[in-house]
Nanobody
Framework: VQLVESGGGLVQPGGSLSLSCAAS????????MSWYRQAPGKERELVARIYSAGGSTNYADSVKGRFTISRDNVKNTVYLQMNSLKPEDTAVYYC?????????WGQGTQVTVSS
């Protein structure tokens, strides 16, 4: 099983980044996919979630209207489009796959929002 995140980097406040998480080794379409983040000295928090059936989504209040999660069940990839980025969005972003019995994590990708 692998979850490989990409797309992180340094961006100025107000800018945009698009994260990707490529999955392999499990039935991607059956799993709920989420993005979490962890800032230094803080607990890991849920950013956005997309369900396997129907593609319904949930967002943390802090990112509603700015971030969009999506998935491609053919490419086995989940995305996080981040717009209007703020310094407080700085964190390591992790991809998570959650099934009925198992949960998997990626290695994380750093997002830094700074001028």
């Amino acid at each position: 099983v692998q979850l490989v995140e990409s797309g992180g980097g340094l961006v100025q406040p107000g800018g945009s980044l698009s994260l990707s998480c490529a999955a392999s080794g499990f039935t991607f379409s059956s799993y709920r996919m989420s993005w979490y983040r962890q800032a230094p000295g803080k607990e890991r928090e849920l950013v956005a979630r997309i369900y396997s059936a129907g593609g319904s989504t949930n967002y943390a209040d802090s990112v509603k209207g700015r971030f969009t999660i999506s998935r491609d069940n053919v490419k086995n990839t989940v995305y996080l489009q981040m717009n209007s980025l703020k310094p407080e969005d700085t964190a390591v972003y992790y991809c998570n796959a959650d099934g009925a019995y198992k949960s998997y994590w990626g290695q994380g990708t750093q997002v830094t929002v700074s001028s």
